[in-house]
């Protein structure tokens, strides 16, 4: 799951400011190689324990960028190759992002390609007057979409390009408006200049520029150089620093990997022998603010300061309605709609949908069946994307983004409001970042088709839900939230 949402931050690195620097940082380059800005290597880590230090630093991918100077502005390129290891298996991940953009930086056109083993997803779209239209591809089908804006977007890659550096002030803060592919959307970053430190090259040191980005209420820390180059982001758990293009590819590296999945899990101290049949769960929050995700809905309330109890829903007494009913189309229409991710309008998802159903009738039976049919039918195997219902309808495996994606899908096809839900969800003595599914059947409640629990236990604690652009909000999380259970039952 949580490798899922790292990926729609390739080139912004996303977590918590470092408050402190001991000293000029240093980079694995030659001040001749630094010095040419048209192609720049970055080196991307995982910082293993809590050392600020480099020594802490694994190496997971690298990423080569470019800047070609073309008529009216430039074109930039980005490559990322990443490789993890996912609960004992090792995954590939590559990225390929084009833009064309003005003298001023402002976005003329994109194409993004994400590809990991048999997964590919490509989007591509263009400036047309006061909105971005989009195209994207996956799972051999095309969806476009328009997405309006306030000011023409930047792309993450040159957010700085008009800013004149020798002018800034420490404290100074700038905002830009930028497109994030791989959540199709536009965002705003809060960008604040923290002032100049001295940065070694070799023998001899720099001025690096150092910059706090604040988008969609995650911080990041930049240090570039005065040609807007990028030297290095950190955060609290990864790092890309600046790298000669050897180094970048074939050094740094360490014999032994880190498991994102298990490294990310949240321990606690209390054992739940069987988690999938908790009906309540009293849950104590720390290191992170409950106001910065989706707590309260049907299932959980705030019932102390940072305490949250989660219920389990009750089918008993649930009274459900008939599939196709109007006033249920009219009054959940925003969980009935297509996305580019989620092609619930597609005819090889509705047919599928339909064949699943069957004879049935009424909402809860019918999710009951789409439910089932997922569970049983999907392999299940970690994958590394950023899922689409009609590929893994295809490909028919994956791990709980997918499952949850399909269900998403399928239930939507037939006239059934759903939306995804992500957390943490309690496994083996610790709790772990996982994905699921809402539904309305008459009520709203939780399901699992990756565990093939209908309704999910209480076992979980949900922090977001909706599209991809909301469940980016779980990151805040990683690293900081801590769990404490005060009772289950």
């Not at 030659?30 to 809590?50: H, M, V």
């Not at 909105?131 to 309006?148: D, R």
């Not at 994102?260 to 321990?267: C, E, G, K, S, T």
């Not at 399928?410 to 839900?421: C, E, F, M, N, Q």
Request: proline share 4%; charged share 30%.
């Amino acid at each position: 799951f949580i490798v899922c949402f790292w990926l729609v931050t390739t080139g912004m690195l996303i977590g918590q400011q470092v408050e402190k620097t001991q000293g000029a940082r240093s980079l694995p380059i030659t001040a001749e190689e630094l010095g040419n800005s048209d192609e720049i290597w970055l080196g991307i880590y995982f910082r293993q324990g809590s050392s600020e230090g480099d020594e802490s630093l694994v190496k997971i991918g690298y990423t080569k960028l470019t800047r070609e100077k073309i008529k009216d502005g430039y074109r930039y390129e980005e490559r990322t190759r990443m490789r993890m290891t996912l609960q004992g298996q090792r995954r590939v991940v590559q990225t390929h992002t084009r833009a064309t953009v003005d003298s001023s930086g402002r976005l003329k056109f994109f194409d993004f390609e994400m590809k990991s083993g048999p997964i590919q997803l490509l989007i591509w779209g263009h400036i047309k007057g006061k909105q971005l239209e989009v195209k994207v591809e996956t799972g051999g089908a095309v969806q476009s979409m328009t997405i309006p804006f306030q000011e023409e977007p930047r792309i993450p890659l040159n957010l700085m390009e008009d800013v004149d550096f020798k002018a800034l002030k420490p404290g100074q803060t700038i905002t830009r408006e930028f497109f994030d592919p791989t959540t199709m959307t536009t965002a705003k970053a809060s960008i604040t200049f923290l002032g100049v430190e001295p940065y070694r090259i070799g023998d001899g040191t720099i001025n690096a520029y150092k910059f706090r980005q604040k988008v969609m209420g995650i911080e990041v820390t930049s240090w570039l150089d005065e040609n807007k180059n990028m030297l290095r982001e950190e955060t609290a758990n990864m790092v890309t620093r600046r790298e000669s293009p050897k180094y970048a590819v074939s050094e740094g590296w360490k014999d032994k990997s880190i498991d994102l999945i298990m490294f990310n899990a949240v321990p606690t101290s209390v054992n739940i022998p069987e988690p999938r049949k908790v009906r309540r769960l009293k849950i104590r929050v720390s290191g992170v603010e409950l106001a910065d995700f989706d707590i309260p809905d049907w299932r959980q309330k705030i019932v102390e300061p940072n305490v949250v109890e989660v219920n389990r829903a009750e089918l008993k007494g649930i009274k459900t309605y008939r599939l196709g009913d109007p006033k249920i189309a009219e009054e959940f229409a925003e969980y009935l709609k297509p996305t580019p991710t989620i092609q619930c309008d597609h005819p090889a998802i509705k047919e599928r949908a339909k064949r699943i159903v069957g004879e049935k009738r009424d909402a809860l039976g019918a999710a009951r069946a789409i439910h089932e049919w997922v569970y049983k039918n999907l392999d299940k195997e970690i994958t590394v994307s950023i899922p689409s219902a009609l590929e893994v309808l295809e490909l028919m495996r994956g791990d709980c983004n997918e499952h949850a994606t399909l269900t998403v899908a399928l239930l939507r096809a037939v006239g059934i409001p759903s939306k995804l839900l992500a957390g943490l969800i309690y496994l083996d003595g610790a709790f772990y970042y996982h994905a699921w599914v809402g539904v309305y059947v008459g009520e709203w409640i939780a399901i699992d088709p990756t565990l093939g629990v209908f309704p999910a236990d209480a076992a979980r604690l949900k922090l977001t839900e909706g599209d991809l652009s909301q469940m980016v909000k779980i990151l805040q999380a990683l690293g900081k939230i801590k769990l404490e259970v005060v009772e289950y039952e």
